[in-house]
C-alpha cells in the first residue's frame, strides 16, 4: 500500500467542526435535560401534593357527611326508645335497634346505657345472654360518664376493643335527655374498624397509600389499610402530623413530608390533612415518596428518550427540544390553579374537581351539586364605576360567598362576574339551602372603596348524575339554570330541568329579533295622557315604547324588555326612545299646547356613565327646554349605589330635567331616601290605586305617601287610576296628578292631538 498522502487521515475541518459541534450539543443538551428534570420533578411534587389535598378534602367532607348523617339520626331514635321504655323494657325496644342498625349497614351493633354507665342491652348480645359491665372498666367507664354529660348533638368515640362484638371500632353515641336536661340515657352505635366496604375502604388511592381519620390529641380515629389494629389503636401517635397539630392547633389543611412507619412501612412518605368540621378530628392521606418518582418517570420517559436521540442526531434537534421546553413550560404558566384576582380555584382548578367528585361519585355511588354563581348587572358596575373598583367588589363577593359556604363545599373563580360552587355529597336539597343562604348574605350593601354598592347573584343549580354525567353538560346545565334565575327576575335561584333550554333558544331567538327590529326601525311611541286632578286638563305625557313586527303584531313591554337589558340593546332602545319623545313634544308645543313629557330610564341605562351627556345632547338637538322633559327612575335602580345615584340625579338636576321616582312605595321608600334623592316627583304605585277606598291599608299608604310628598315639596302622580271611584277618591285625598287607562290608554301621536283639542279630558268635580 502506498502511504496516505500529506493530511490523509488526520481529522478535517470539517470532522472537526461536526466533532465539536456534537460535543456541545451533547454538552448543551445535557445540561438543559438536566434542568428539565428537576422542573419537572419540581411540578410533579407540586401536582402530587396538590393531588392530596384534593383527596383529603374530600375525605373530610365525606366524613363529616357520613358522621352527621349518623350521629343526628340517633337523635329521632333516642326518642323512639324513650317512649318505648327502653330502660324499663330494653328487650321490647330491640327491634327499634334492629331497625335502625338495617338502615346503617355501616353499624355492626346498637347498645344502650342508663345514666350511671350500666349496659341495657346491645344487639350483638342475644336477649338472655350477660351483657358486659363496663363499670368496671375505669377508663371506659370515665369516657362514657364524661360523653353523657356533654352536651353536643352526639359524640364521636375513640376506636377501642369491642368487648360485644369482639373487634375493633368506634362508638358514635347521643344522650337523651330529660325536661330539665338531666340524661336519661345514651345511644351508641358501634362503627367496626376492620370490614371493608365502608366510607373510608373505597376511596381509590395510589399503591402503599394510607387514609386515616386522626384525633387532635394524637389518637388515630381510623386507618385504611391495617395491617395490626393492636399497633394502631389505643396508642398514643408521634407521627408528624401529630407532632404538626401539637405546635399549631389551629390548623386547617396542609402537607406533611418526612420519615413516618405509618404501619409496617418505614420510608419517606407525603401526606395532606384537612380539618373535619363537626368534630375534633383531622382526614388524612399519604403516599409513599417514591409515588413522586413512579408518577415523574411515567409522565416523562418518553421524553427524556427522546431527547436523548435527538442530542445524538443533530443540533437542529437539541433547538427543537429546547422550544418545546420554553412552550411546556408557558403551557404550565396557563394552567395555574388559582385565580390572580381573588386566591380561589380558577376554571382548570374547578374542572378538576368536578371530574374528581365524578370518580367519586362513581365509586360510592354519591350525587354532588353545582351552584353556578352571577352577579346579577356587574358589567353596568364596570362600565359605570370602572374596573379597578369592580375587581374590588370581586374580591369581597367572594370573601362573602366563601364565608356562607361554611366549608360546605368549594367556591371557584371561572372569570369575570361567575363563581363556580362544587358541593361533595350534597344533593338538590342541601343546595337549594345553600343557594338560599347566599342570596340572604347579599341582603347587606357591600363596601367597595367609598361606594356602598347593593347587589345580587342568580343561581343556577345542577346535579350529578340527573343533570349530566360529564364535566361539560354539568356547568352547561348549571349555567341555562343561572340564566333562568335572571330571567324570573334575578336575586333568586332556579334548578334545572330539560326545559330551560328551550327557554334559553327562545331568549337568544328573541335577542336576534330585537337586533333586527332597532336595524329596521320597527319601534313606535305611544303616550299615555297625565292630567291635572283638579281641573282635568292634559299636562304632560308618559312615552310607553311598543314593538310592531313587520306583519303588524305588536308586542308589548313586559315580553322584550328584559332581554334587551340583559343583552345591552336597551342602550340603544333607550336613545331612540329619548330622541323620539322629545320631537314630539317639541311639534305638540309648537303647535300651541304647553306640554312636558316622560320617558323610562331603566337599570342598564342608568348604569351608563354617558347618561347625563346623552340626555344633554339630545335636548339640544331637540331644541326642547329641559323643564319640558322628564326621568323616571324606580327606587330599586337608585339605590344599587346611593352615592352614585345621588351624583348622576344631581347632574339631571342641574340641566333643569324633571326627575318623577317610579312606583313608589314598592322598594326602599322611607323619609331620608326622598330627603336625599332630588326628585320633583313622586309616582304612586298601582298596587296602592287598586286598593284605594277598597282595603284600608292602601288608602292609608296612599294618604302617606301624599303627606310626605306635601312636606318634602314633592309633586304626587297617581298611576294605574282605572276607575272613576279610584279618581274621586285621590282627588279628595288632594293628588295632583294622574295617569291610568279610565283618563286614556297610552295611544299614538296622532289619537293625542285629538284629546289635546278638547279642553278638558276629565271634567271637574
Known amino acids: 500500500m502506498l502511504a496516505n498522502p500529506k493530511g490523509q487521515g488526520n481529522p478535517s475541518s470539517f470532522t472537526r467542526l461536526l466533532r465539536n459541534s456534537v460535543l456541545a450539543l451533547v454538552i448543551g443538551g445535557s445540561g438543559a435535560l438536566f434542568a428539565y428534570c428537576l422542573h419537572s420533578w419540581d411540578r410533579e411534587e407540586r401536582e402530587v401534593r396538590d393531588n392530596l389535598l384534593i383527596q383529603s378534602s374530600f375525605l373530610a367532607a365525606v366524613s363529616d357527611a357520613f358522621f352527621s348523617n349518623l350521629g343526628n339520626g340517633l337523635d329521632p331514635l333516642g326518642q323512639l326508645l324513650d317512649k318505648c321504655g327502653v330502660l324499663e323494657t330494653p328487650q321490647a325496644c330491640r327491634g327499634l335497634l334492629n331497625e335502625f342498625q338495617n338502615h346503617h349497614p355501616e353499624i355492626v351493633a346498637m347498645a344502650v346505657f342508663a345514666p350511671d354507665g350500666e349496659m341495657r342491652i346491645n344487639t350483638a348480645v342475644k336477649p338472655g345472654n350477660p351483657l358486659p359491665d363496663f363499670r368496671k372498666d375505669p377508663p371506659y367507664i370515665n369516657q362514657l360518664l364524661k360523653d353523657m354529660a356533654g352536651h353536643a348533638p352526639y359524640i364521636v368515640g375513640a376506636p377501642e376493643f369491642g368487648k360485644a362484638i369482639r373487634r375493633w371500632r368506634f362508638a358514635i353515641r347521643h344522650v337523651v335527655r330529660d325536661e330539665n336536661g338531666m340524661p336519661r340515657f345514651m345511644v351508641q352505635a358501634a362503627i ?7 366510607f373510608l375502604h373505597e376511596l381509590p388511592m395510589p399503591p402503599r397509600s394510607y387514609i386515616g381519620l386522626l384525633r387532635s390529641d394524637g389518637y388515630q380515629q381510623a386507618r385504611w389499610p391495617i395491617e395490626d389494629p393492636s399497633a394502631i389503636y389505643g396508642r398514643l401517635s408521634d407521627e408528624p402530623l401529630t407532632q404538626a397539630i401539637r405546635i399549631s392547633p389551629g390548623l386547617r389543611a396542609g402537607h406533611i413530608r418526612g420519615d413516618s412507619y ?7 412518605r ?35 428518550l427522546i ?3 435527538f442530542l445524538l442526531a443533530s443540533s437542529v434537534v437539541a433547538q427543537r427540544i429546547w422550544r418545546r421546553e420554553k412552550l411546556h413550560s408557558e403551557e404550565l404558566v396557563s394552567q395555574a390553579r388559582r385565580d390572580a384576582l381573588t386566591g380561589l380555584p380558577n376554571r382548570a382548578a374547578a374542572e378538576e374537581m368536578m371530574q374528581f367528585c365524578i370518580d367519586m361519585s362513581h365509586t360510592l355511588e354519591r350525587k354532588f351539586s353545582l351552584l353556578f354563581v352571577d352577579i346579577d348587572r356587574f358589567k353596568d358596575i364596570n362600565d359605570s364605576l370602572g374596573h379597578a373598583l369592580g375587581d374590588k367588589l370581586l374580591v369581597a363577593i367572594a370573601g362573602i360567598v366563601k364565608d356562607t359556604l361554611r366549608e360546605e363545599g368549594t367556591l371557584t373563580r371561572l372569570g369575570g362576574d361567575e363563581f363556580l360552587v362544587v358541593l ?10 345553600i343557594a338560599e343562604r347566599l342570596i340572604e348574605a347579599f341582603k347587606q350593601p ?17 346535579q350529578f348524575p340527573e343533570h349530566g354525567t360529564d364535566i361539560y353538560t354539568l356547568l352547561k346545565h348549571a349555567d341555562t339554570a343561572m340564566y333562568e334565575a335572571k330571567h324570573l327576575g334575578r ?8 326545559e330551560l333550554g328551550e327557554r334559553v333558544t327562545e331568549r337568544v331567538k328573541m335577542e336576534q329579533l330585537l337586533r333586527e327590529a332597532l336595524q329596521e326601525n320597527l319601534f313606535q311611541l305611544v303616550y299615555q ?11 304632560g305625557a308618559e312615552a310607553l315604547v311598543r314593538w310592531v313586527r313587520a306583519d303588524g303584531t305588536v308586542v308589548m313591554p313586559k315580553h322584550f324588555i328584559g332581554v334587551a337589558e340583559e343583552s345591552g340593546l336597551i342602550i340603544p332602545l333607550g336613545e331612540w326612545v329619548l330622541h323620539t319623545a322629545l320631537a314630539q313634544v317639541n311639534a305638540w308645543n309648537k303647535a300651541g299646547h304647553d306640554l312636558w313629557v316622560s320617558v323610562n330610564i331603566s337599570p342598564r341605562q342608568f348604569q351608563d356613565p354617558r347618561l347625563v351627556e346623552k340626555i344633554s345632547a339630545a335636548l339640544k338637538q331637540s331644541g326642547v327646554s329641559p323643564e319640558r322633559l322628564g326621568v323616571e327612575i324606580t327606587e330599586t335602580v337608585a339605590m344599587l349605589d346611593q352615592e352614585a345615584s345621588t351624583r348622576i340625579l344631581g347632574e339631571l338636576k342641574s340641566l333643569g330635567v324633571r326627575i318623577a321616582i317610579d312606583d313608589f312605595g314598592t322598594g326602599y321608600s322611607s323619609l331620608s331616601y326622598l330627603k336625599r334623592i332630588p326628585a320633583d316627583k313622586v309616582k304612586i304605585d298601582k298596587s296602592f290605586v287598586d286598593g284605594i277606598n277598597l282595603e284600608a291599608d292602601d288608602t292609608a299608604i296612599v294618604h302617606t305617601i301624599l303627606a310626605l310628598a306635601g312636606v318634602l315639596d314633592k309633586i304626587v302622580v297617581a298611576e294605574g287610576v282605572e276607575t272613576e271611584d279610584q279618581y274621586s277618591a285621590l282627588l279628595a285625598l288632594k293628588c295632583q296628578l294622574a295617569q291610568g287607562n279610565w283618563i286614556s290608554r297610552p295611544i299614538p301621536p296622532d289619537e293625542f292631538a285629538s284629546l289635546l283639542n278638547r279642553r278638558l279630558l276629565i271634567r271637574a268635580a
Do not use: C
Open 192 to 198: 367496626p374498624l376492620e370490614r371493608e366496604g365502608t
Open 262 to 268: 405509618w404501619g409496617n412501612l418505614n420510608a419517606q
Open 270 to 304: 407525603l401526606a395532606a390533612f384537612t380539618r373535619i368540621e363537626h368534630g375534633n378530628l383531622f382526614a388524612y392521606v399519604s403516599a409513599p415518596w417514591i409515588h413522586v418518582w413512579q408518577q415523574w418517570w411515567a409522565h416523562n420517559a418518553a421524553v427524556l
Open 307 to 309: 431527547s436523548l436521540v
Open 424 to 433: 361533595p355529597g350534597r344533593g338538590v336539597d342541601a343546595a337549594v339551602g
Open 446 to 462: 357591600i363596601k367597595a372603596d367609598e361606594h356602598s354598592l347593593q347587589v345580587t347573584p342568580s343561581i343556577g343549580i345542577a
Open 491 to 498: 336575586n333568586r335561584f332556579s334548578v334545572y330541568m330539560d
Open 529 to 539: 295622557p297625565v292630567v291635572d286632578m283638579r281641573g282635568g286638563r292634559i299636562v
